[in-house]
């Protein structure tokens, strides 16, 4: 049974930084990250492949968020940095049995409870 547990949400300031974790049991799949603010449709975030060496990211998020992973914990990351108020959602990670590049929420096969991140500015 796989199970993904997400921490490391809070409140930050706009600029700042947060870091999130996803803690997995069950296997070791290509995780992502999404996220869905108030209202709107559950969007990508970041991927990253079972062995950690590909990596894709939403444009919006690019050369701020850096997705990472480490199997020996069977945890994954994501660093969030010059974080802005439109990155404020719940962020949830994601677990894909495939191993095709897949970026839309449909393809996940498990999920996490989700963690709020909110920017104020």
């Known amino acids: 049974q796989v199970q993904l547990v997400e921490s490391g949400g809070g409140l930050v300031r706009a600029g700042g930084s947060l870091r999130l974790s996803c803690a997995a049991t069950?296997?070791?799949?290509?995780m992502g990250w999404f996220r869905q603010a108030p209202g709107k449709e559950r969007t990508f975030v970041a991927r990253?492949?079972?062995?950690?060496?590909?990596?894709d990211y939403a444009d919006s998020v690019k050369g701020r968020f850096t997705i990472s992973r480490d199997n020996a914990k069977n945890t994954v990351y994501l660093e969030m940095n010059s974080l802005k108020s439109e990155d404020t959602a719940v962020y949830y990670c994601?677990?894909?049995?495939?191993?095709?590049?897949?970026?839309?929420?449909?393809?996940?096969?498990?999920w996490g409870q989700g963690t709020q991140v909110t920017v104020s500015s």
């Open positions: 994601a677990a894909d049995r495939s191993v095709i590049r897949r970026l839309f929420p449909d393809a996940y096969d498990y």
């Open positions: 069950g296997g070791t799949y290509a």
């Open positions: 990253i492949s079972r062995s950690g060496v590909n990596t």
